[in-house]
């Protein structure tokens, strides 16, 4: 008569083990992704976030000083006085981490841009333009106080020339 082994069906302990090592690896490294991932999608939104402000501040400089009738540049060279061609005085200045718009007719204050670190005017010498600069700086991850800072600089021409 031959004998007739039954083999029970089932995983051994060693078996076991390698899988559930394997599987948390997987498990861990899918982790660490979405983690990187999130991270990653958070820095490029305030990126992002912040270039839309940078240049919404931009656009609001340029076009109250394409309206100047005359200027002056104080001292330090953190604000801009424009007198406009509607008769408005207006001042362009840096307030602590603001830059604000403020109209001397209304007494009224637009805050153009936050989170700046600095702002300088100058008058170009024998042209109609200014040059004008500003540092950004945003902290973009609360938990490590990682910032990214964006420095803008550009040239306004003046549309209405004065002396």
Do not use: H
């Not at 307030?95 to 989170?115: K, R």
């Not at 540092?135 to 209405?160: E, P």
């Amino acid at each position: 008569m031959n004998k007739v082994y039954a083999r029970e069906s089932g995983f051994t302990l060693i078996e076991l083990l390698i899988t559930i090592v394997i599987s948390s690896f997987i498990v861990f490294s899918i982790g660490m992704i979405l983690i990187q991932t999130q991270l990653s999608w958070q820095k490029g939104r305030g990126t992002i976030n912040q270039d839309a402000d940078s240049r919404y501040c931009r656009l609001m400089i340029e076009r109250e000083l394409r309206k100047a009738t005359s200027v002056y540049v104080g001292t330090p060279a953190s604000a801009i006085r424009v007198w406009t061609i509607y008769g408005d005085t207006e001042t362009i200045r840096q307030n602590g981490t603001n830059i604000e718009l403020y109209s001397v007719a209304t007494g009224s204050t637009l805050i153009l841009l936050q989170d700046v670190v600095t702002l300088q005017f100058v008058l170009m010498p024998g042209s109609d333009c200014a040059q004008v600069n500003f540092t950004q700086r945003k902290v973009t991850d609360m938990s490590s106080g990682g910032a990214v800072s964006l420095n803008t600089s550009f040239v306004v021409q003046f549309r209405n020339k004065f002396t």
